[in-house]
Every structure is written in structure tokens, then in C-alpha cells.
């Protein structure tokens, strides 16, 4: 399993060589989806020196594109997807990561459920242009405390098996599952609808080896699920990212040679 990092391709320039197998970017700001051409080739020029792939992105939606509550605007919704999923094809960027607490929190004195549908529904507006332009829209289970919407692996699966389209898969994000004190049997339950996995230590989101999180029990779940070829450390450093991402990645790699 590869392993990469949440870095914008000029943050590479910092490290002397580069610790990881691939970067994760931020779509908001790499894509720029609602900003003009002339916005986004900046970082056509960036991406194409950059000394590593950037396959995936996070960041999805910004939060005032709503896609629950009664301010769901799924023309522009549309609009965004084209741009961004477009914009993806050109970089060679294939996994698009939905997280966005903000646009799929459910709104005070909103149902739940109806938000629930409304979520599928933004992922049944997505998927045909995201597979117009061969990417895949990920799925990422919030905890609990960061969104009221779509917190657990199953949850997540659910959303995925609703929306029925071989362009919309599962995230496990192993920080997200500490968080909520979830097991990793729901990994073992989805492993067929997982593409790509996030971790990072529960105590304060900190990077591996802070508090000696002991993740070889996510990641012998996370192994089952064969179409899942990464992993991206994402995580808030607790000091220079630069000196500690290599010590931090050589844990995790030492973690997954354990459950081999």
C-alpha cells in the first residue's frame, strides 16, 4: 500500500526527499472550481514540475454550497463538479475526497433523514460527471463531533450502496473511526466499496508515533479491502512537518509490515 501525505505540491520544496509515495491535495484551493482558467494555470505549471503524483484531493466542497437543508442549489452544485472533475482529468487526479462538514451539516430544526436524502441525492448529481471525466467521488465518514451527517463507515456504505454507481466508493478514515470509538469491523463489512483511507492518531490528530497509537488492527481490516492502494497521513503536526513527516511515515510502514 502506498503511503502519502495532505500537501500542496509547493510544500515539497521543503523536504530534501521526500518522504511518501504520492501527495493528497486540497481541491478548494488546487482546482480552484469556481474560480476562472486563468486562476487555475498557475498550478498546471505547479503540478507539472512537481516530483510526486497527486492522485487524490480533499476539501471537496466549500461550506456554503450546501447540499442539505433548504438551500440546496444542485444547478450549482452541477457547475462545480464539471469544473472540478474536469480540472482533475487535466492533472491526472482520480480520487475526489467528499468530506465537506459544513456543506452536508444538517441545519438546526432539520430532519436527519431528509438531509440523509438530500446527501444521496447531491451523489446521484455527481457521479455521471465524475464519470465523464474517469474520477472516482469518495465517500469520507465525519466523527461525530465534526458533522452531524454521515459519521461511520456504515453509514457511509449506505450512502454508497444507495447511490449505486461505480464512480461514487468509500473512504475509511481510521482518525475519524478512533474518534467515534468505532471497531474495525465495519472495515471488514465495506472492504468491497473502499478506494482510499485516511489515519492519523486520536489524541489531538497528531501523526504517528506521538502517542504510540497502535493502528495494526485498522490496518489488517484496511487489508481486505484490495481496492484500496493508499493511504494518506493527515494529520496536524505537532511541530515542523518537514522534520517529522519521514519518522512518522516509517512507523506507519513498520505497522503495515506487522499485519502483512
Not at 498557475?42 to 507539472?48: P, T
Not at 438530500?118 to 451523489?123: G, H, N, P, S
Not at 450502496?161 to 469491523?185: C, K, Q, W, Y
Request: net charge negative.
Amino acid at each position: 500500500m502506498k503511503l502519502g501525505l495532505c500537501l500542496h505540491p509547493a510544500d515539497l520544496v521543503g523536504f530534501v526527499s521526500p518522504p511518501c509515495d504520492f501527495i493528497e491535495g486540497h481541491i478548494q484551493d488546487f482546482l480552484l472550481p469556481e474560480q476562472p482558467p486563468q486562476a487555475f494555470s498557475k498550478h498546471l505549471e505547479q503540478i507539472s514540475i512537481c516530483p510526486l503524483a497527486m492522485p487524490a484531493a480533499n476539501c471537496f466542497l466549500p461550506a456554503n454550497l450546501k447540499v442539505t437543508g433548504p438551500a440546496v442549489d444542485l444547478e450549482r452544485l452541477r457547475n462545480y463538479g464539471e469544473t472540478a472533475f474536469s480540472r482533475a482529468k487535466s492533472i491526472g487526479l482520480s480520487i475526489i475526497v467528499f468530506g465537506s462538514a459544513g456543506a452536508r451539516m444538517v441545519p438546526s430544526g432539520w430532519s436527519l433523514a431528509t438531509g440523509f436524502e438530500q446527501y444521496v441525492q447531491a451523489l446521484v448529481a455527481l457521479a455521471p460527471i465524475a464519470q465523464k471525466y474517469g474520477v472516482t467521488i469518495v465517500v469520507e465518514p465525519l466523527n461525530r463531533v465534526e458533522c452531524n451527517l454521515v459519521n461511520t463507515v456504515d453509514e457511509g456504505a449506505e450512502a454508497v450502496r444507495r447511490t449505486n454507481h461505480p464512480n461514487v466508493m468509500l473512504l475509511a478514515d481510521i482518525f475519524h473511526m478512533l474518534r467515534n470509538g468505532e471497531s474495525p469491523d465495519p472495515i471488514e463489512r465495506n472492504a468491497d466499496l473502499i478506494v482510499h483511507a485516511h489515519i492519523a492518531e486520536n489524541v489531538d490528530r497528531a501523526q504517528p508515533g506521538v502517542s504510540g497509537e497502535d493502528f495494526r488492527p485498522y490496518l489488517r481490516a484496511l487489508k481486505k479491502a484490495t481496492k484500496c492502494e493508499r493511504l494518506t497521513l493527515e494529520c496536524v503536526w505537532t511541530g515542523d512537518k518537514y522534520e517529522q513527516a519521514a519518522p512518522a511515515l516509517a512507523i506507519l510502514r513498520k505497522q503495515l509490515e506487522a499485519v502483512a
